[in-house]
């Protein structure tokens, strides 16, 4: 006989919970790193084949446009995602070739630079003019097994720990795009496959809708 629906969910949830906790520990330290020579390449580059990370980051590495923010994300994580960016796990046309000009030891020293940054305060918008994705960052949907984004991104979507980068002031085209490339297989699964089995379950409703909550976060508390 087949558990109700619910107590599916909630097993499901609860099994997300204990694995968002257990990521850190089966994820090693990043490789010891040189800040300030990190700085050097994240801000002046290493021409011609790697330009300066702030050109495209933002010079606070808060992200431009529809350049992702780099500030406050964990060490591990970035040295993580340039080692995949390197190797083709993670596909993309302009980090591919910068991630491949760097020796293992320039991505752990850029890695350091950014994650040691400081990062500047963003606020959540308004529950009531992003109800549904407010609901679906915070609470997460229990039917269809889709935990809350905070559970592992933090309540304030500024990132926990080492492993779970922060998702306040994401550009939405960015967070899509990345969603959809788990969705494909087209981007590693991350720590226990957690992303992978999550933006599985996502509609491409909700997937806009969550991207469009995290990209309105802002300086200036809601109303």
């Not at 109700?4 to 990521?23: E, K, T």
């Not at 679906?136 to 979507?157: E, I, N, T, Y």
């Not at 795009?177 to 509609?203: C, D």
């Amino acid at each position: 006989m087949k558990k109700p629906i619910r107590s599916r969910a909630r097993a499901s949830l609860r099994g997300v919970a204990l694995a968002c906790l257990a990521a850190p520990l089966l994820c090693g330290p990043a490789q010891a790193a040189d800040a300030q020579a990190g700085q050097k390449i994240a801000t002046t580059g290493a021409l011609p084949q790697v330009p300066a990370c702030v050109s495209c980051h933002g010079a606070d590495g808060m992200g431009m446009a529809a350049f992702p923010r780099l500030a406050g994300a964990g060490a591990g994580y970035l040295q993580e995602q340039l080692a995949a960016f390197a190797g083709g796990e993670r596909v993309n046309a302009t980090m591919a070739p910068i991630a491949k000009a760097l020796s293992e030891a320039d991505r752990a020293n850029v890695a350091a630079y950014f994650a040691s940054l400081p990062v500047r305060q963003l606020h959540a918008p308004s529950a009531t003019t992003h109800p549904d994705a407010a609901w679906l960052a915070m609470r997460g949907q229990w039917a269809q097994g889709v935990p809350a984004c905070a559970q592992c991104h933090g309540p304030d979507g500024h990132g926990v720990g080492n492993t779970f980068p922060p998702l306040a002031g994401l550009p939405a085209a960015y967070i899509v795009e990345q969603i959809t490339a788990w969705q494909q297989g087209k981007r590693q699964a991350g720590p226990l496959g957690l992303m992978q089995a999550v933006a599985s379950k996502l509609r491409p409703a909700q997937t806009q809708a969550i991207a469009d909550y995290y990209a309105a976060y802002s300086a200036t508390p809601a109303a």
